[in-house]
């Protein structure tokens, strides 16, 4: 390489793993630096790359002489670490604009507050059953950067967050989804809406004519800030509610593509059931057809997609009891369309970090089908002042074993034991699949 680049990596874990080794392939000058402590596994694979890295700290004036810095998503622009290289005049991007501009697939980016892990492993599921050399990656766990190192790959399903999408620059997908829009992050986004709707636009911001975006026409949240941002790219729309010229609409049960305002395609039998499934269906079958996917393939496809871990996971069932795991709804609107499907009556187990959560719109849902709460978090205060007058009964449990017992003593046959937790997982948890699997193992104990 005629002119390397020295390139700071700011923080290990997955994507600052794969960043680095991005940046190595490409013979530029790299070094990773975490302010924590990273996990053995990152040691090891940065040892074994040759990638030097430091830990527990950051070296100031080895990353101020830095060309490029490639910052991890979970580091906030407010950290004085970002705010000294942004005095420098340092250029900062995100893993998946570095993926982005060494990337010679053509790239599926998917973002949203719920459905989007769904809605990108749905597209992998499709395009693999088509053949294609797919990859998964970004938030669904891949790094994005890193599968460019591994090797070529003619598409990319890529789930994209909000904070991955905060220092994007020329990030261009071919096709972009955006599943909804609710409530979340807003301790990241100063408590506002509008910031956090501004970081999910950015998914479109640089497409063009040749480009397609796909949206759901019943989500309020979406339409509104849609409306503020101008989308040159070509518009898909998605509703359960009404026709639609140019997207996927459901007519008589059935889910109908329509491409260049014609029946493409209906689709009537789905693996996944519920409405916010219907959607991330549609969403799927509308990218399978604008990527000329055969219509038998995708039909296949969605007929035969498993759920995804900590998704709405059927565990056991125990007497009668069935024990389901959505670990992964770390928001109030994500457990608001678990208990929408539920058709038991409903032991739940909720709490966590709580990042601003308004429970009120759970109410109702709550009254009707939940019989009992349990709150498993450090701090269950809001959860009882929301639930109290709404659910027969509302208990704390200390950690998970107890929880999933309580849930187990109270349950008759025919009822669900329904872990949907509605906030984030780091009082008692490392994350939300540690949060799942140590409820899987507790439900196995029983």
């Keep these: 390489m005629a002119n ?26 790299v070094w990773l630096s975490d302010g924590g402590a990273l996990a053995s596994k990152w040691i090891e694979a940065l040892n074994d790359l040759k990638i030097s890295f430091e830990e527990g700290q950051h070296s100031m004036p080895r990353i101020l002489a830095s060309d490029l810095v490639i910052k991890s998503p ?48 749905m597209v992998h599921h499709l395009l693999s059953k088509a053949g294609k050399e797919v990859a998964l990656v970004g938030n669904v766990g891949h790094s994005f950067a890193g599968a460019v190192a591994d090797g070529r ?45 501004a970081a999910k636009m950015r998914i479109f911001e640089n497409q063009d004519a040749n480009d397609h975006f796909i949206y759901c026409a019943d989500d309020a949240l979406s339409v509104k800030y849609l409306a503020l941002y101008p989308i040159k790219a ?33 689709i009537n039998e789905l693996a996944l059931q519920g409405k916010h499934n219907a959607y991330n269906s549609m969403a799927s079958g509308v990218a399978g057809r604008l990527l000329n996917i055969r219509k038998e393939t995708i039909r296949e496809s969605l007929s035969s997609f498993d759920s995804i871990e900590h998704r709405l ?32 009556p409903t032991i739940w187990i909720a709490g966590g970090v709580d990042k601003g959560n308004d429970y009120s719109q759970l109410q109702k849902l709550a009254k009707q089908k939940v019989k009992a709460l349990i709150c498993l978090g450090v701090d269950n205060s809001k959860l009882h002042a ?26 008759d046959k025919g009822d669900a034991v329904l872990l949907s937790p509605a906030c984030a997982s780091f009082d008692l948890f490392e994350n939300y699949e540690d949060r799942g699997r140590q409820f899987k193992l507790a439900v196995r104990q029983l």
């Design 234 to 266: 070509q518009s898909w729309s998605l509703s359960q509610e009404s026709s639609v010229k140019q997207g996927a609409h459901i007519n008589k049960g059935i889910i109908e593509i329509i491409i260049n305002q014609q029946k493409d395609m209906d």
């Design 386 to 411: 929301a639930f109290e007058g709404d659910i027969p009964l509302v208990i704390d449990a200390a950690d998970m074993d107890e929880a999933v017992r309580m849930a187990y003593k109270m349950g």
């Design 313 to 344: 996971e059927s565990v056991l069932q125990i007497y009668g009891i069935e024990f389901i795991n959505d670990s992964k709804a770390t928001n109030v609107n994500s457990t608001w369309y678990a208990m929408e499907s539920m058709q038991k």
């Design 153 to 197: 790959h003619d598409y990319y399903a890529l789930e994209v967050s909000s904070f991955q999408l905060d220092d994007i620059v020329h990030f261009k997908p071919h096709i972009a989804i955006l599943t909804n829009i609710s409530p979340d992050h807003l301790d990241r986004y100063n408590n506002s809406v509008d910031a956090y709707a």
């Design 74 to 121: 979970g580091i906030p622009e407010g950290a004085a670490v970002i705010k000294a290289i942004r005095e420098a005049g340092i250029e900062i991007i995100s893993e998946i604009e570095w993926g982005y501009r060494h990337c010679r697939g053509k790239l599926i980016a998917i973002t949203g507050t719920n459905g989007k892990t769904t809605v990108t492993t």
């Design 4 to 29: 390397p680049l020295k390139i700071c990596v700011l923080g290990g874990g997955e994507s600052g793993l794969g960043a680095a080794k991005l940046a190595q392939k490409l013979g530029h000058e």
